[in-house]
């Protein structure tokens, strides 16, 4: 029996392609500046966007097979967008470039793969280390639901069908919620058919969740002060019902 011909990062793209407005969103923060760098850039989702309104992107990646996905992703486009973007395999909890930035994101979620204080505070330090005095650090994350109870899963959810190249599949998330850790571990289950045969694969994506006063004061000890925060992407304000916390923070000192 022939293999599926899908591997992880394709099967991650199929199901978290962003949220709405996030391209968007960046790309106009982001348009005049020289250098722009993308924490946890995936396969690329953001990066050829901004190469139209900068100088140069780099993207740091740290999965081996992510990063070939976005090498692949990128040599389909042409050379003039190709000399801007730069791809790096890299921890954002510690990482350096040769160019200061003027921007440094963290879309989707990505910071709530720290799964610790300290590794916050990490990514945050080496951010401020990396940015031009007064540069901005921006990033999105789920705004958390004081309900604990709201994560709790007695069994796995069909959370999309999806037809792609001749192939149907059929993603499963199972959620292990740990509250006291402000934990949640997510499991995609995916079961892909060609019509003939079936197959199975799975990743999972454990995330820290963090109140926004949380993140507020790992920012400050770091040298950033916030300077905006959205509720999303086409709302400029922020309350206890928001579904995102969307924060531009600015480079306040240097860090030792």
């Known amino acids: 029996m022939s ?39 995936g396969t690329g989702r953001h990066l050829v966007s901004l190469s139209d309104v900068t100088d140069q992107v780099y993207g740091l990646e740290l999965s081996d097979e992510m990063l070939a996905r976005a090498q692949q992703i990128l040599a389909q486009q042409p050379h003039t967008v190709q000399e801007k973007i730069t791809l ?32 916050v505070l990490q990514c945050f330090h080496h951010a401020n280390k990396q ?20 994560f709790e899963q007695t069994e796995p959810e069909l959370v999309a069908v999806i037809e792609e190249n001749g192939y149907q ?21 995916h079961i892909i058919h060609d019509g003939q045969h079936s197959w199975s694969s799975e990743y999972t994506i454990p995330q820290r969740y963090l109140f926004r006063e949380q993140i507020e004061q790992m920012l400050d000890a770091t040298g950033f002060q916030v300077r905006s925060c959205w509720g999303d992407f086409d709302d400029p304000t922020w309350d206890q019902e928001s579904p995102h916390m969307i924060i531009n923070a600015n480079k306040l000192r240097r860090r030792p």
């Open 3 to 41: 293999q599926h011909p899908f591997t992880i990062p394709d099967l991650y793209d199929l199901l978290h392609c962003g949220t709405p407005g996030d391209t968007a969103f960046y790309r106009s923060q982001c348009d005049g500046k020289q250098t722009i760098l993308e924490l946890a850039c």
């Open 131 to 150: 940015l031009r005095d007064g540069g901005e650090l921006l990033f999105d994350v789920y705004a958390v639901d004081p309900a604990w109870e709201s």
């Open 169 to 189: 599949i059929e993603i499963y998330e199972d959620r292990h919620w740990l509250p006291t850790e402000q934990r949640l571990d997510a499991t995609y289950r």
């Open 88 to 119: 790096l395999q890299g921890d954002m909890r510690s990482f350096a470039i040769e160019a200061p930035c003027d921007a440094i994101l963290i879309p989707y979620n990505s910071l709530y793969c720290l799964l610790t204080e300290e590794e």
